[in-house]
């Protein structure tokens, strides 16, 4: 589809299709060469590039849309995410040991006196007491001592055990929700959805939402503002009318990535503009992104699942004013965010909750800050909890790991499972599944999936694309009985390539080697799709040699 969205103009002044020279040809030939475009290449399939000087997700895939919408519901889950390792100790209290928790933080400890209490035994600062009436009116709940067995202390590390749904003895590259979404509905790259699946501002690069072929199911940018910019400036560029060369092809390819992004963009801009919000939100960071997700929601985008992010909670050094800074956004970003719903009647549809990578340690340095810990509150907001409280155990100040870091009470994969099963609807199996085979028990959040999403009758088919030692890929698929299959290749723009195996096939393993009618395929990016017994299954690949 060769245009641009409706009274919006072109982002770039790009000549006609019918125009373009050979002297600007030769020009972006001069300025391209094989090693960039595979470098770009590598940024395309890890779902994320650089537009108009913005890092952007390009997502046209959406398999959990239609499992959503297939449970008739209108909720939506915000994760809040605290980057950097939020102080849980500073943030719900622990009265009840107040002494023990004054000895070890005697400079940077919250006095009593400059806390309001949520019951006789936790208590949260003052700067947050915009969630007092919340608590009060029952729409807030503390999931105590979150986190896992060894807690990684580093980052990165714990960032990417979060998303992936693992723990520090396995690395993996997909995201929890990613594994979900490709197994629900396989045939995705065949099948776009109208609207975006996920969103997620300011943690591009996280790998939630990413699946096993590094495909990334989450529309993403860094900053709200950017978001509306570029869904503003949207605008599709032609992929069919290019030179016949190497350039040609990855020149096609990356408009194709860039136009699906400008897609999406064109449809969070229509519901934010179907909206507006009813409050008025502190100019702040978690604040901002909350008000435009408020507008995305009203304005009827139908997206399920967003990701926001607020930074800055290292806090190593100088810990009560920064920490300040950023509980005050919390607290007063949450409460406007559900004002704003309610004034729409959306607040019952939304749940939101915060994940930090892991807490901090109770015995504050020699800095007045507090350095990298273990286990940490979990806060979860919105109407639909029906009633305040705490879950879990409060873990002890007193009995610490070795390490001197408090010990964990909580699986965070209790919380995940929880939310997906009785907030989205998901078949309790497929939650399990996408947590890698593992059954977590749910906690009583004080909320039921409404109306479940009928279990679906997938085939049972396992299909992975091998990258070989000489640079070539094998598709292996297995088969859980004899049935009929083809094995087709498509090129980005999803145009038929070859047709690699058709026939009637045998129950177990197969594999069919991916090449071109003449043994040579071009490099970039392809799509095979399997149909076994009338149901599609897809997966992209990548031919780099």
Known sequence: MNQYPKNKAPL?????????SKD?????????DRRSFFKALG???????MLGGMRVGATALSPLTKALAAADSDRVLVFIRLKGGNDGL?????????????????????????????????????YMNSLESFWNDGKMKVVHGVGYEDQSLSHFRSSDIWATGTDESEVLTSGFLGRYYEEEY??????PPSNPLAIQIGSVGNLMFRGSDATDYAFSVTDPNQLYQLAQNGWLHDVNNLPECLYGEQLGFLRAITNSTYTY????NDAYEASSNSVSYPNSPLSNQLALIARLIKGGLGTKVYLVTLDGFDTHAEQPDAHQTLLTDLALGVTTFFQDLAASGRDNDVLAMTISEFGRRPEQNASDGTDHGAAAPSMFFGPALEGNGFIGNHPSLSNLDFAGNLIFDIDYRQLYASVLEHWLCIPESDVDEALLNVHYDRLELGFECVTGIEENDRLGLKHQALYMPDGSVTIEYSLPANMDVSVELFNIMGQQVELLESGYRSQGMHRVPVK???GQLANGQYIYRIVANGKPYSRSIVITR
């Open 516 to 518: 071109g009618s003449t």
């Open 265 to 268: 963009a064109g449809v969070i």
């Open 43 to 49: 940024m395309g399939i890890g779902g994320s590039m």
């Open 12 to 20: 770039f002044n790009m000549p006609h299709k019918h125009e373009v």
């Open 186 to 191: 396989p045939d995705y790259l065949n099948n």
């Open 24 to 32: 600007a040809h030769a020009q972006e030939h001069a300025a391209w």
């Open 90 to 126: 500073n943030t719900i209290i622990p009265i009840y040991d107040y002494s023990t928790y004054a000895n070890l933080r005697s400079t940077i400890r919250i006095n009593q006196s400059d806390a309001f209490n949520l019951s006789a035994e936790f208590a949260m600062p003052n």
